[in-house]
């Protein structure tokens, strides 16, 4: 029997040392450790996938929360089905003791860790519902007090329809006229675009 580890954070900034604590406290070896460092929404995750891979019957795999498992109700369900019947694998959640499946073996310990499962992972998908409409509602607070997200608009020089006007007679090429405008080729095709269509506009 080997003994695996899987931790999950959501983002590569987030920290995931008091996870790794509490896994390597109960004799996870560094090798046998898993960390996937994005969203719970699916289960397209590198890490896990390589540990599904390894993971024998018999072996035991611990977790330190459901949520780190995934945030995705039915893909909670489905994962932990797959390991624990067809894989023939222990889980055991350190926060969690009722979701340990070394201990609920009869009848009634595994309706009780199934409907514990249940709950815990409606609960994991219903709070990444709630931290999606949060961000939501936090970007349209944001955009009605005038922040703007994504990279800041690059302006025109103001000689740029006589740098135009040059580049259309061929006193300067594309390169050079990008690099007196300070910006790159596809930058400038697009904001020549915008310049026609004014210029047109004027007419």
Not at 81 to 92: L, P, Q
């Amino acid at each position: 029997m080997k003994i695996y580890g899987y931790i999950r954070v959501s983002s590569a900034d987030q920290c995931e040392a008091r996870q790794l604590a509490a896994v390597q406290e109960l004799g996870v070896s560094p090798e046998n450790l898993f960390v996937d460092k994005q969203s719970g929404k699916d289960f397209n995750r590198l890490k896990y996938a390589e540990l599904t891979k390894k993971l024998q019957a018999g072996d035991l795999l611990y977790i330190t929360s459901i949520d780190r498992l995934g945030r995705n109700y039915e893909e909670i369900q489905n994962q932990w089905r797959v390991i624990t019947k067809e894989k023939s694998v222990d889980i055991a959640v350190i926060d969690m003791p009722l979701l340990d499946t070394r201990l609920h073996k009869d009848l009634i310990g595994t309706f009780i860790s199934d409907l514990v499962l249940q709950v815990l992972s409606f609960v994991a998908h219903s709070e990444r519902d709630n931290i999606r409409k949060r961000q939501a509602e936090g970007i349209r607070a944001a955009k009605a007090r005038g922040v703007k997200f994504g990279r800041p608009e690059i302006s025109t020089p103001d000689n740029f329809g006589a740098l135009v006007s040059q580049w259309e007679c061929g006193k300067i090429n594309t390169a050079e006229i990008a690099k007196l405008c300070e910006m790159s080729r596809a930058t400038f095709y697009t904001k020549l675009k915008e310049h026609r269509l004014l210029s047109q506009k004027k007419k």
